[in-house]
């Protein structure tokens, strides 16, 4: 093994991460190590979250994120908390801010445990979403999959929350869609250059949302944060909720809020499950031996 750094597997909701500490080093974690990490049994995750030092003034730390396929991500509103855990649980700070692909994302953690991460702003236009073509109104786009008389999904709210969402709306239950099907599909759909996330929404009231997400360069997953931001911003943009609901994913309820500044706050937990040491060239790595 090469030089190891120390790591905690954590997860938000179900939603597997895996928080490696870069901090002291000029490299960054691989595409190669990613993958070997998400095939590693108790290391399988959907998102790394690496934490780097930065120079950024009135910035804490910078995260670099990392998909199960290597590919990198803008944000993760679910790693995000586990990093303010982490963090918090070493430091005893409970306030911070991080520069990421999507920009700087302030979060904290509350006395009850709960976290809460500022997500930023929504982006509605088309060409900074991005999609292959110009859409003016971007809460409802042409696409579709089935029948072109009888679509199984169609119509989505597009938008990005610093990576690009479709969320397609249903009366029916969540569960009843083949998302592990379609997923793939309308990920790599030629409308998203930068794929997307793919995302099955219901309302059950004016501040209830149901959500099951098919996150891009992960697959299924138990709970993703920006989707669930995504989901709610889109809601509220249609007339379908209020600005202030609760996202249940599969993995637990997420709470957003879309406030007044236009920003999304998400409220949600984080929970730690063990840790180890990784070499983030390689991906070999080791529990440590109270978690071994």
Not at 203 to 226: F, K, M, P, Y
Not at 264 to 286: C, H, K, N, R, Y
């Amino acid at each position: 093994m090469g030089s190891m750094v120390p790591f905690a597997k954590m997860n938000g909701l179900g939603n597997d991460i895996v928080v490696i500490d870069m901090r002291g080093r000029p490299d960054a974690v691989t595409p190669e190590a990613a993958i070997k990490l998400a095939r590693g049994g108790r290391t399988g995750f959907d998102q790394i979250m690496a934490i780097h030092d930065t120079e950024i003034d009135g910035v804490d730390y910078r995260i670099d994120i990392l998909n199960r396929d290597g590919s990198r991500a803008q944000a993760c509103g679910n790693g995000t908390r586990c990093v303010v855990q982490a963090l918090s649980s070493e430091t005893g700070q409970k306030s911070f801010t991080f520069k990421t692909l999507a920009g700087i994302l302030t979060a904290r953690e509350h006395e009850d445990g709960l976290i809460s991460v500022d997500m930023g702003r929504p982006e509605f236009a088309w060409d900074r979403i991005p999609l292959a073509e110009e859409f003016y109104d971007t809460s409802r786009i042409e696409l579709q999959i089935g029948p072109i008389d009888a679509p199984l999904l169609h119509s989505p709210s597009v938008m990005s929350m610093g990576n690009p969402h479709a969320v397609f709306w249903v009366k029916d239950d969540v569960w009843s869609h083949d998302l592990e099907r379609f997923g793939p599909l309308l990920e790599n759909h030629p409308i998203f250059p930068e794929r997307a996330n793919i995302s099955i929404a219901r309302v059950i009231d004016d501040h209830t949302l149901d959500l099951r997400t098919w996150e891009r360069g992960t697959g299924l997953t138990r709970a993703c944060g920006s989707a669930a931001c995504a989901a709610a911003v889109s809601a509220a943009r249609t007339g379908r909720t209020g600005r202030d609901v609760t996202v249940n994913v599969p993995g637990g309820p997420l709470q957003i809020e879309w406030r007044g500044d236009d920003h999304v706050i998400m409220t949600g937990p984080a929970e730690w499950e063990f840790s180890g040491s990784v070499d983030p060239l390689s991906g070999e790595w080791q529990a440590d031996e109270a978690a071994a």
